[in-house]
């Protein structure tokens, strides 16, 4: 089956850094493209960064460009999105994803939490 678990998140002072991780799982990871998303509490969910198949090209958000770096890891099956001089409102859940077989595949989320 088909799996995506992110983890890193937690609370932090705003100019504090971050590193989320996605843990993927039931499919040919490398073949894939993988997605950050993340959806702060009242708002819709929005596209953070993209990461190509294979080597990786990332494309990011404005409000990524220059504070986040996604990366993947094929050999471990993994991407991550390291953050740094976060904002208060970067909080939100931020969720790792892709496409399998034309269908959506979602992780569960990891909260991110700025101190105001």
């Known amino acids: 089956q088909v799996q995506l678990v992110e983890s890193g998140g937690g609370l932090v002072q705003p100019g504090g850094s971050l590193t989320l991780s996605c843990a993927a799982s039931g499919f040919t990871f490398s073949d894939h493209y993988m997605m950050w998303y993340r959806q702060a509490p009242g708002k819709e969910r929005v596209l953070v960064a993209s990461i190509s198949n294979s080597p990786g090209v990332v494309g990011y958000a404005g409000f990524a460009e220059g504070r986040f770096t996604a990366s993947r890891d094929n050999d471990k099956n993994m991407i991550y999105l390291q953050m740094n001089n976060l904002l208060p409102e970067d909080t939100a859940t931020y969720y790792c994803?892709?496409?399998?077989?034309?269908?959506?595949?979602w992780g569960q989320g990891t909260q991110v939490t700025v101190s105001s």
């Open positions: 994803k892709t496409n399998f077989r034309l269908a959506d595949v």
